[in-house]
Nanobody, 121 residues
Framework: QVQLVESGGGLVQPGGSLRLSCTTS????????MGWYRQAPEKQRELVAT???????NVADSVKGRFTIARDNAKNTVYLEMNSLKPEDTAVYYC???????????????WGQGTQVTVSS
């Protein structure tokens, strides 16, 4: 059974910081690109950042310079360090795992349950 369990969300003031964690089980972590997505009320889910097993990362322009994605391959965990938070960062943040291999014509993809991040004074 595959599980992606996020933690670290909460309420923070503008300019503050939060660190999200996502611990996985049931997958071969090295075979997956890990990512963080977010969805604000009445908006589509959007990519925040992804990171390959090698450590190569891709970060959305909207958060570049403020957010950092990292992974600990020994702990099967991916992190999202968020600094200089803005009210527009308020959203539910979802952890994502996408296989780097195609299996039966597709790439297995899994999602966490989401963690709420609210940036407000």
């Amino acid at each position: 059974q595959v599980q992606l369990v996020e933690s670290g969300g909460g309420l923070v003031q503008p300019g503050g910081s939060l660190r999200l964690s996502c611990t996985t089980s049931g997958i071969i972590f090295s075979m997956y690109t890990m990512g963080w997505y977010r969805q604000a009320p009445e908006k589509q889910r959007e990519l925040v950042a992804t990171i390959r097993y090698s450590g190569s990362a891709n970060v959305a322009d909207s958060v570049k310079g403020r957010f950092t994605i990292a992974r600990d391959n020994a702990k099967n965990t991916v992190y999202l360090e968020m600094n200089s938070l803005k009210p527009e960062d308020t959203a539910v943040y979802y952890c994502n795992a996408e296989s780097t291999f195609v299996i039966n014509g597709g790439r297995p993809t899994y999602w966490g349950q989401g963690t709420q991040v609210t940036v407000s004074s």
